[in-house]
């Protein structure tokens, strides 16, 4: 990766960044690659040439949006990420690392709108409360919960005990509709962590489309036909999901260490279940010797079609890899020799 030092070219440099990144902070389609531009003084001229960009910038987007909608836009969408994968791809972490670092900088965005939204913009308000109580977001809420109610009452009990848990289901399903805000506070961890994890992957990937144009390298993460977890993840899972199911009968009304557990455990088992995803793309990619669209068809499709049961069926299947090592790929209780990838 090309570094340069700092001085008239790389403050010339960072002027003419600072106002693409005013240019994407002004044209809705371009957002997206707000955070671009600053990677890109990062990766060049350092952080305190960066830092200066990122300063100026900030002072454009107010001039043209005012203070706090600058802040609340450009901060966590654009200056935020872009510092984070600059200091990642400048310094050389591994991708593993550069997600973390992006990942703990979205919390701390996400904390400093929400502090700004509530103090400066709604005057003490929560906003997430005031989202929640609007009409638009109690019709949405109702209908989705009027789905899921739907879709419990359609699956036949087999006995008393499934009709019991499906009448609880439904209870809690109607306790939800009516406390929205309440809702969203319970499962904020779990919203916040996958919403981190999808916007850095997001990120990451705008910077790998978008760097090695410009001459830069991006490192490449892991092939996800070979995503693999460690067996200690399995029963990290089990700690942490299943006592909360039992704590929890009401999530509303559980107390604060039975919704932390709930929300560890939910985004545990999306993770396993995207484990199970890539341990179905690897065995049709790897046995099968299949083309990667193929795979993809044929790995998603069958998500698709188990409805509900999609997501629980494809979390045990990557925990089960985890454990007995399907693909060969040398993890897990019941090691085998690495196989190659085609």
Same mark, same amino acid.
């Given at each position: 990766?090309?570094?340069?030092?700092?001085?008239?070219?790389?403050?010339?440099?960072?002027?003419?960044?600072?106002?693409?990144?005013?240019?994407?902070?002004?044209?809705?389609?371009?957002?997206?690659?707000?955070?671009?531009?600053?990677?890109?003084?990062?990766?060049?001229?350092?952080?305190?040439?960066?830092?200066?960009?990122?300063?100026?910038?900030?002072?454009?987007?107010?001039?043209?949006?005012?203070?706090?909608?600058?802040?609340?836009?450009?901060?966590?969408?654009?200056?935020?990420?872009?510092?984070?994968?600059?200091?990642?791809?400048?310094?050389?972490?591994?991708?593993?690392?550069?997600?973390?670092?992006?990942?703990?900088?979205?919390?701390?965005?996400?904390?400093?709108?929400?502090?700004?939204?509530?103090?400066?913009?709604?005057?003490?308000?929560?906003?997430?409360?005031?989202?929640?109580?609007?009409?638009?977001?109690?019709?949405?809420?109702?209908?989705?919960?009027?789905?899921?109610?739907?879709?419990?009452?359609?699956?036949?009990?087999?006995?008393?005990?499934?009709?019991?848990?499906?009448?609880?289901?439904?209870?809690?399903?109607?306790?939800?509709?009516?406390?929205?805000?309440?809702?969203?506070?319970?499962?904020?961890?779990?919203?916040?962590?996958?919403?981190?994890?999808?916007?850095?992957?997001?990120?990451?990937?705008?910077?790998?489309?978008?760097?090695?144009?410009?001459?830069?390298?991006?490192?490449?993460?892991?092939?996800?036909?070979? %995503?693999? *977890?460690?067996?200690?993840?399995?029963? $990290? /899972?089990? @700690?942490?999901? =299943?006592?909360?199911? !039992?704590?929890?009968?009401?999530?509303?009304?559980?107390?604060?260490?039975?919704?932390?557990? %709930?929300? *560890?455990?939910?985004?545990?088992?999306? $993770? /396993?279940? @995207?484990?199970? =995803?890539?341990?179905? !793309?690897?065995?049709?990619?790897?046995?099968?010797?299949?083309?990667?669209?193929?795979?993809?068809?044929?790995?998603?499709?069958?998500?698709?079609?188990?409805?509900?049961?999609?997501?629980?069926?494809?979390?045990?299947?990557?925990?089960?890899?985890?454990?007995?090592?399907?693909?060969?790929?040398?993890?897990?209780?019941?090691?085998?020799?690495?196989?190659?990838?085609?």
């Amino acid at each position: 990766m090309q570094r340069r030092k700092a001085g008239p070219q790389g403050m010339v440099f960072g002027g003419i960044m600072a106002g693409l990144i005013l240019l994407c902070a002004l044209v809705p389609f371009l957002s997206i690659f707000m955070p671009v531009p600053l990677v890109l003084v990062y990766v060049r001229y350092g952080g305190r040439t960066a830092t200066m960009t990122a300063i100026v910038a900030s002072l454009l987007t107010a001039m043209f949006m005012g203070v706090v909608q600058a802040f609340l836009f450009t901060v966590p969408f654009g200056i935020a990420p872009g510092l984070a994968f600059g200091y990642g791809f400048r310094h050389k972490r591994r991708p593993i690392q550069i997600g973390i670092i992006a990942m703990l900088t979205f919390f701390l965005a996400w904390s400093a709108n929400y502090v700004v939204t509530r103090t400066l913009v709604l005057g003490g308000q929560d906003p997430i409360e005031q989202a929640m109580e609007s009409q638009e977001s109690k019709e949405a809420i109702g209908k989705l919960v009027g789905f899921f109610e739907r879709t419990l009452e359609q699956a036949p009990p087999r006995d008393e005990a499934a009709k019991q848990a499906r009448d609880a289901s439904i209870a809690q399903m109607r306790q939800w509709g009516e406390n929205p805000a309440a809702l969203y506070w319970s499962l904020l961890p779990s919203m916040l962590i996958m919403g981190g994890a999808v916007n850095t992957w997001l990120n990451y990937m705008l910077c790998r489309f978008t760097l090695p144009r410009f001459g830069h390298d991006v490192p490449a993460p892991t092939p996800f036909s070979r %995503f693999t *977890l460690p067996v200690w993840t399995v029963w $990290v /899972f089990a @700690l942490f999901y =299943l006592p909360s199911l !039992y704590a929890a009968q009401s999530l509303l009304n559980a107390p604060w260490w039975a919704k932390m557990l %709930f929300n *560890l455990g939910t985004v545990l088992q999306a $993770v /396993f279940m @995207l484990y199970g =995803l890539a341990v179905a !793309y690897g065995y049709f990619r790897m046995n099968q010797a299949m083309g990667k669209l193929g795979a993809v068809m044929w790995s998603v499709v069958p998500l698709l079609f188990l409805g509900v049961y999609g997501p629980v069926i494809y979390s045990m299947v990557g925990m089960a890899d985890a454990i007995f090592d399907f693909r060969g790929l040398g993890h897990g209780l019941l090691r085998r020799p690495p196989e190659e990838t085609p």
